[in-house]
């Protein structure tokens, strides 16, 4: 948002802000389809700015606790019990988070994910790898990573080589069957 002028990112925030209070009131309701709906309207940068609302929204001198009160169960469906740690402040969080640095590659997963779904996405070189590897691992051939990725067929193939030959040195499993075949084999 530092590109823009303040006049500017005035304007925008003040478009977003439907969006974003919008988005406060889907994670209470909505399913998690719906709300993935909501975010892939967003471009990249929409999505950037909304975080910045959201965050614009939220008390940092708030416990986590409250913040969080709505919420009374968890991902099994059994009644939530709050850790002694949930009486800390969104402040005190903080303090003790390190910095987010987005897979220390500058890698934006929903971006990557868009990309494999079919919207158009402005990839840097890691979430291009990163958005090969998953693709390939999916089971999607060459040419159907190349189209989703607006890449050639050769890029793609060399980009898989080199992500297997990464995977293999970090001891990661590598598949054997053949591209397009991977997903679906046993």
């Known amino acids: 948002m530092s590109a823009l002028s303040a006049e500017e990112r005035g304007d ?9 209070a919008g988005l406060v009131c889907a994670v209470r309701e909505e399913t998690q389809e719906q709300i993935t709906a909501r975010l892939r309207g967003l ?3 929409e999505l950037e ?16 606790r409250e913040s969080f009160s709505w919420i009374s169960f968890d991902e099994h469906g059994e009644p ?11 402040r005190e969080t903080v303090s003790t988070a390190l910095p987010h640095t987005r897979g220390r590659s500058g890698v934006d997963e929903v971006a990557v994910e868009r990309a494999l779904h ?6 840097n070189g890691a979430e291009r790898a990163l958005a090969v590897d998953r693709g390939i691992r999916r089971g999607m ?3 159907l990573v190349a189209e989703l990725l607006g890449m050639e067929r050769d890029a793609v193939k060399q ?17 054997t069957q053949p591209v397009g075949e991977i997903a679906t084999a046993a």
């Open 141 to 143: 051939d060459y040419d």
């Open 49 to 64: 700015v909304v975080a910045v609302v959201l965050a614009a929204m939220a008390d940092p001198d708030r416990g986590l």
């Open 43 to 45: 471009s990249r940068h």
């Open 159 to 175: 980009a898989w080589v080199r992500a297997k030959n990464k995977a293999r040195a970090e001891g990661r499993p590598v598949p």
């Open 80 to 90: 939530l019990r709050y850790p002694s740690k949930a009486a800390r402040s969104i």
């Open 12 to 20: 925008l925030v003040e478009a977003l802000l439907p969006d974003a």
């Open 118 to 123: 079919g919207d158009r996405q402005s990839l």
